[in-house]
Every structure is written in structure tokens, then in C-alpha cells.
């Protein structure tokens, strides 16, 4: 579990209790927290994006009946994976 899973929050009735400077880092903690999440938010939003061009372009292959081009364009993505995976696998073996 991560830090902020494990740690817990004061309720909202026991906040008037805090002193300033224990606001202020709970302030900045969720600030923090917050940020990261918009963060993951917007590269979801722009893989979203590429993966909606590609299959747009494969659509507009498929429409225009160039299949060597699908599968010229399937071939490059499939080497591509297989070299995330392998990168991937590598990764998990030196950790």
C-alpha cells in the first residue's frame, strides 16, 4: 500500500482542532494529490486521442480498400507491441 493509502484523515468536525500548520499540509496534500490525478487524467485523454486517429486511418484504409496498407500499418504496430512487451518483461526481470 502507498503512503496515502494508509494514512488517515481527520473527520471534518475534528479540522477546527488542527493548528495551522497541520491545514497547511493537508492543504498541499490534497493539492498534490489532485495535481497527479489531473495529470493521469490528461495522458489518458491524449492516448484517447491516438487511438482514435489510428482507427480513424485504418477506417479510411479499410473504405479505400488498400488493404496492403492495413496490413502494412497492422504489421508496424504489432513490432511495436512486441517491443513494449519485451521491454516490459525485461523491466520485471531486473526488478
Known amino acids: 500500500m502507498t503512503k496515502a493509502a494508509i ?5 471534518p468536525e475534528s479540522l477546527v ?3 495551522h500548520q497541520e491545514l497547511c ?3 498541499e496534500e490534497a493539492i498534490s494529490k489532485l495535481s497527479r ?3 493521469q487524467i490528461y495522458q489518458l485523454k ?3 486521442v491516438q487511438h482514435n486517429n489510428l482507427l480513424l486511418k485504418l477506417l479510411d484504409l479499410f473504405i479505400a480498400g488498400n488493404y ?3 496490413h502494412s ?3 508496424y504496430l504489432a513490432e511495436k507491441l512486441q517491443d513494449q512487451r519485451a521491454s516490459k518483461a525485461a523491466r520485471g526481470k531486473r526488478g
Open 37 to 39: 490525478q489531473d495529470e
Open 17 to 19: 482542532q488542527l493548528s
Open 68 to 70: 496492403a496498407k492495413i
Open 7 to 11: 494514512q488517515v484523515h481527520p473527520a
Open 73 to 75: 500499418e497492422l504489421r
Open 46 to 48: 491524449a492516448y484517447q
Open 25 to 27: 499540509a493537508l492543504a
